[in-house]
Each structure stands twice: as C-alpha cells, then as structure tokens.
C-alpha cells in the first residue's frame, strides 16, 4: 500500500501560515471547496447538516444516528467527567485510556502493591476494585436548546454586574427544573455565549476497576513519547459501572450490581486501517479558536511561557521528593502526570503559534473580520465597538493577572491542604444560603461531590509536597510587582519589597514550620466534620490553615466580584462578537469545545511532519521491541516478550494484520481532538469500535487555538492491540470473553 500517494502535499514553508489561515477560512465559510481539513467538533445534532461531506468521504450510513443520543452508537458513549469512554459490554463494562485510570490506580496502590507500576486485573467481578468516591460515569441522554430561557428579555440596560447575576439565576432554574426527574443536568454556553444549551446526563457513582495493563504496556514510552509519533502505547483500561439492585445510580454499595447499558459497542478485531473513514465521539475539553485575537496572544506571550516555566520547576520539585520517598512518590504521581502532560502540551502548542506561524496567521484571522465590519456601514454598526470592549476587558483582567494567579494557587491549590481548608470555608458561609442564592459550586446538588472530594484527597495529601510546593508559589509572592502586593501575604509573612531574596526564603520558611504544623486539615475526619461546621465554630477551632484562609477571603472575593463583572460583559459581547464572525464566515460552524459530547471525523492517514519526512499512519508489534530497553519507560513486561516471541514462532492470532504482517499497536488519523477526548470510541463506518483515541501530536497541538488542516492528527491504539495483549499477554480472556459476547 503506497500511503504517500494518498498524502497531502505540504505548502511552501513561507505560505504555510497564510495557507493555515486560507483553509480555516475555508472551513469557516464552509463553501463546497474540498478541503484535507477535518476539522470540527460537532454537537452531534449538526452531523445531519454534514451529509454530503460524508458521503463524498464514503459514508454509507444514517448520519442522523449520530444525533440520536439515546440509541446506537452515541447510547454506549460517556464521559468520566474528564475524559470519554464507552460501554462495550451489555454488563456495564466501560473502556477507555490508560492514562484515563490513573486516579483510580493510585488510589488502590501501595508502596507495596503499587498498580500504577504493575497494572491489575480482577478475574471475577468479586475482584473488581471500587475506584474510590468521586469517581463518575455520565451518560448523556438529551440536548436541548435553552437560548431564549437564557438570554430571552434580559434588559439591555443591565449593569455588567446585574447581568452576570441575572443569566446566572436563570442557568440555576433551568438547572433545578431539569434534574427534578433525577438526571444531572448541565447548561453549557456556545459559541462565545450566543447560544445555550441543556444537557441531561444520568450520572452513575459507583464506578470499579477492572483491568488495567502495567505501565509498561499502559505508558510505555512514558514522557519521552507522550504527544510524540511514532508511537508504542497500550493506552487501554476497563472500568465497570454498577448501580443498586433495582437499577438506581447510587454511591459504592458492596450489593451493587453491573449497570445494563440500553447500547454498547462491538469491538472490531479488525482495527482501524489506512484510508478508513472514522469517527470519534466523546467529550473534548477546550478549544479558542473563535476568541478575540488578544485573547490568543495573551495566552501565548503570558499563559503558556509561565505554564512552561512554572511545570518545570515543581516537576524537578515534585520528582526530588518522590526519590526521597516511596509514599509520596504514589501521592503526588497523579499531579506530576498531569503537570508533565500540560508540560509539553503548552511547549508544543507555543512551538506551532510562533514558529509556525499560527499566531501571526489568527492576527491576520482577525484583521479580515474587521476589514469585512469597516467595508459596511451596517456592519459597523452592528460590530463596531465589540472587538475594541472585548480587548478592553482582557487588558483589564492583565493588569492583576499574576497576583490572582498566584493567589489562586495558594487558597486553591488542588490536592493541597490550603485548597481543603478554602473548600472547607466557603463551605461555611454558602451553606446557610438558600440554594437559589449559593455559588453554584456550593449548591445542595454538589454536596455529597464536595464530601467525596474531601474524603478522596487523603489518598493525595502530602504535607512535603504542600511545604515545598507553597514554598515555590509564595518566593513569586515575595517578587510581585508594588501594583499587584498581597497585603495579608506581606504581614503574615513578614515580605516586603526591598527584601533580599535570603532574607524572604527565611521568613517563608519560618511561614510555612507555623501554618503547617498549626492545622488539622491532613486528618480526613477533621475535615469531612468540618464540613458541617459554622464560620464562627472554624474560627473558633484557632486552625491555621483556616486562619489564613479566612485573612485572604475578602482578597479572593474582591477577585471573583471582578470575574463576575468581566464575565457579564462577556455575556453582552461575546454573542455579538461570535455573530460577526460568523456573519463573514456563513455556513456550519462547529462550536469551540466546553467539555460537552462531540463527534469528530477523518480518515487513517500519515503524515509529513518536515520537509523530506513522512510518517506512516500505523505502529506495530516490531516497534516495540525495537525501542524496548531494560529501563522504565521503554521497559516491557515479559509477559509481552513471550507473547512476541511465540508470535513470531507461528503462534496463530486473529489479531494479526494481513498487510502489516504484525499486529498494529497505534494509528494517525485526520479527526480533530483536544484534552478531554482521551478515551473516546473510535468509530468505524458500521459504529463498531476500531479503537481508542488517546493523543495528540507535539507538532500540531496549537490547532486547539487554529486548525492546521495540513498537518494536524490524533493518536488512537488500535483495537487488535488491545484484544491481542488481553488474549496473548494479561491473559484477560474472561474480559474478552464479554466483549466478544461469549459470557
Ligand atoms: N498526552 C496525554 C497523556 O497520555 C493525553 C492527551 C491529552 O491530555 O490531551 O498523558
């Protein structure tokens, strides 16, 4: 097979940005122009809308069943409330992304019986692990939309202020009138909220793992290959959704039983081929490829190089403490994992927008757009102000960026004691409201999520990682501008401005002996019967972690008051901004991603990553032992060696590929995903899982802010590997009995 043939040429390096910007446009004005472009995450009720285009990709099927949530294939389809997954057995059995379990690897590891390592496998359903509270599955059964309910009558002459609160109270009725009949209901906005939308989605809580393969299989090639091609990776898991006996969604009950999906996908032994058409349905996370251009710029000259700097450090932080020591090495893995992932995410999305030019080709995006709002008289009287207000409020928000950050980071920080102790606190004073008037984050619909939470962290709480990691957070604190102080930081802590940097390391340190020592927020009992506690009974407990928490509060509310207020104008803006773009562009647009179920299509295809390279689109068995090494992350297990070796001594298999003569491990292909999608269904043609989607490539990351329509692919596993490594290497074959519909 000749995949080059096949593959589209690659502009001239001095027209690849401009090329970039032509063919979004393309995209946007969506004319019948062929384009190679895949591009678009689409609610999947706009597929009907994209018939011809399937069709000319060789789709013999009913585009409208991707429409139908509730029937098949988007009924086996669900989120995990961060990453996509689907029900491939009628028992509840769910796949999705090695990388996708991870919490619940950790969560059931020891340094004895570390899993995350050594991976697991339940050999009967009595064996299966509970991933722990917290963990979810939802399953999306309706879409509505909700526009008018949302923005319908709002009074143009609204402050800002007034109108956050006014959209906001209509999102908190429509949200208590939808989850009455007992789905969990979500009202997302589009399309820079110019159109709303409500989301039902049953919500299963008792979620276990099944069988995970060892990192060796699971994360092979660790960091080295993440976002990298080619690639080796069984990046597969199982979980198994239960639900008590009469069939209700209820918390981890040792009586409950396997959840019976109404639809679940057929798992093809046929994997995914070059040239085939797929699709990939799941839930990715964000994208801002229709914000104003100062938005982008301020992510890439502000937002990415501090991700950058700032990951690198508590990387080497977090690393040194793990090789000091065993248990903190298995609390902080979750956080060192994502904290490396968005790592070289952001280092390859800054790589696209300034070397590759996309940068330059969104300012020329948005030059156009204003071009086309000063050629007309009633253009400019629609839009003539928008982008001018728009970039108002970015520059407003820039002006205390990194000491809001920063304060965040310390009150908020996930996984740490203070973030306890905030939740803790607000807790307090949202819980006497009526629920009308709550914080959204604090209403009676999440309490039992903010218990577990608590209740969870305990398995991530480390009182070194907390001390060195506020100590990185509270030395920026030290250095920040006289314009961004935080007064209560300088007092307690004793900084000043024309502190040496020695001088400050000592007041922090001497900081952090008295407000580490001084709380009792490491003791889960502590804090899950502070929960049902009053401000003045918290204040009265002479905690310092509350203590401190409490001095910042008016700080962190002043900061939310001033987000509320930009978001209101944000909600008279942006629907206008969006309705300009969208006016110049006419036809379908996909909505940027928010985390809500998209289906995305494209075709198995290489790629020429650089002049005079091409990369096949598929991996294989042989690529794995050849960058096997006898060190984690290259390190296989075994188990695989043997199954490799009596594969190649004839050793029949029906996972092997014909042409490839192997089995096929990874493939490319066109489909257009970003964070979230990790999991998600790979979809053929027939709707029968070809395998899973689980990366993206370094090199075309920055398509999350503009679509690279030449260059841009995702990374899937291959379903034949998966069944392979079940049949020949974890010997899961009570698993692949149920998927294949023996048992
Ligand atoms: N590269 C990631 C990983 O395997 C997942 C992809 C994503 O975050 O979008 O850790």
Not at 588 to 593: E, G, H, I, M, N
Not at 667 to 692: C, H, I, R, W, Y
């Amino acid at each position: 097979m000749n995949h080059q043939r096949s593959s589209p040429k690659r502009p001239m390096p001095s027209l690849r940005a401009a090329s970039a910007f032509i063919c979004v446009l393309c995209v946007l004005f969506a004319t019948a122009r062929p384009v190679t472009a895949d591009e678009g995450m689409w609610m999947p009720q706009q597929i009907p809308a994209l018939t011809s285009k399937l069709k000319s990709m060789g789709f013999a099927g009913d585009p409208s069943a991707f429409a139908d949530l509730t029937g098949d294939p988007m009924g086996a389809i669900v989120s995990l409330g961060g990453g996509s997954a689907s029900f491939v057995s009628p028992a509840g059995l769910i796949v999705t992304n090695h990388h996708c379990v991870q919490g619940a690897l950790q969560y059931n590891s020891t340094p004895d019986r570390n899993l995350m390592e050594q991976g697991f496998l339940a050999k009967t359903r009595a064996e299966e692990l509970w991933n722990g509270p917290g963990s979810r599955v939802f399953v999306t059964v309706s879409v509505r939309e909700v526009t008018a309910d949302i923005l319908g009558k709002l009074d143009p002459g609204l402050s800002d202020r007034a109108r956050f609160d006014a959209v906001e109270k209509r999102v908190k009725e429509l949200t208590a009138a939808g989850e009455q009949g007992g789905l969990r209901c979500t009202i997302a906005s589009f399309f820079e909220g110019m159109k709303w939308f409500e989301f039902g989605q049953m919500e299963i809580q008792d979620v276990r793992l099944v069988y995970a393969p060892p990192a060796g299989i699971g994360n092979f090639g660790g960091e080295v290959d993440n976002w990298q091609w080619p690639r080796h990776t069984g990046d597969f898991a199982f979980y198994r959704a239960y639900v008590s006996p009469a069939g209700k969604a209820v918390g981890y009950a040792k009586e409950n039983v396997p959840y019976k999906p109404k639809h679940w996908l057929r798992v093809s032994p046929k994997g995914a081929n070059p040239g085939d058409l797929v699709f990939v349905a799941g839930y990715p996370g964000r994208t801002a490829r229709l914000t104003p251009y100062s938005e982008v710029k301020q992510t890439v000259e502000w937002g990415l190089p501090r991700t950058v700097e700032r990951n690198t450090d508590q990387i080497a932080i977090l690393e040194k403490l793990s090789q000091e020591d065993k248990e903190t090495a298995i609390r902080v893995s979750t956080r060192l994992r994502g904290l490396n992932n968005s790592l070289t995410k952001s280092k390859g999305v800054l790589n696209g927008m300034i070397q590759g030019g996309l940068l330059a080709a969104r300012k020329a995006q948005e030059q156009s757009l204003l071009a086309w709002i000063d050629a007309n008289p009633k253009h400019k009287a629609d839009y003539g102000d928008v982008l001018p207000a728009l970039n108002a409020l970015i520059t407003d928000r820039a002006r205390t960026r990194e000491r809001d950050s920063l304060l965040a980071e310390i009150c908020g920080g996930k996984g740490s004691v203070m973030g306890a102790a905030q939740t803790v606190y607000r807790f307090s004073i949202e819980r006497p409201k009526s629920d009308a008037d709550r914080d959204p984050a604090f209403q009676q619909r999440n309490w039992s999520r903010i218990r577990e939470a608590q209740d969870r962290l305990q398995r991530s709480l480390d009182v070194k990682a907390d001390r060195v990691l506020m100590k990185y957070s509270l030395a920026a604190v030290a250095k920040l501008p006289a314009s961004q102080r935080i007064d209560i930081l300088d007092k307690e802590i004793g900084l000043s401005t024309e502190m040496s940097e020695a001088d400050a390391d000592k007041a922090i340190d001497a900081f952090l002996r008295k407000l580490l020592t001084g709380t009792q927020f490491y003791q889960k009992d502590v804090r899950l019967a502070c929960l049902d506690r009053s401000t003045a009974d918290l204040l009265a407990m002479n905690d310092t972690a509350i203590e401190l928490t409490a001095a910042l509060y008016p700080l962190a509310e002043e900061v939310r008051e001033k987000s509320k207020e930009r978001s209101g104008a944000g909600y008279r803006l942006g629907p206008r901004f969006a309705g300009a773009l969208l006016a110049q562009s006419g036809g379908l647009v996909a909505p940027d991603a928010n985390g809500t179920l998209r289906v995305t299509f494209g075709q198995v295809l290489g790629v020429a990553p650089r002049d005079g390279l091409w990369f096949l689109p598929q991996t294989t068995l042989q690529g794995v032992v050849e960058k096997a090494t006898s060190t984690s992350p290259f390190k296989m297990p075994e188990a695989q060696l043997s199954a490799i070796k009596a594969l190649r001594a004839g050793k029949m298999t029906p996972y092997l590929d014909p042409v490839l003569n192997d089995v096929p491990v990874n493939f490319l292909s066109t489909v257009d995903t970003t964070g979230g999608n990790s999991g998600s269904a790979t979809l053929n043609s027939k709707g029968e899982l070809v395998g899973l989607l689980f990366d993206g490539m370094f090199g075309t990351v920055a398509s999350d802010y503009l679509f690279d329509p030449v260059r841009t692919r995702s990374i899937h596993v291959d379903a034949r590997y998966l069944l392979w490594t079940m049949a020949e290497v974890d010997g899961a074959t009570n698993l692949l009995d149920e998927i294949e519909g023996r048992r």
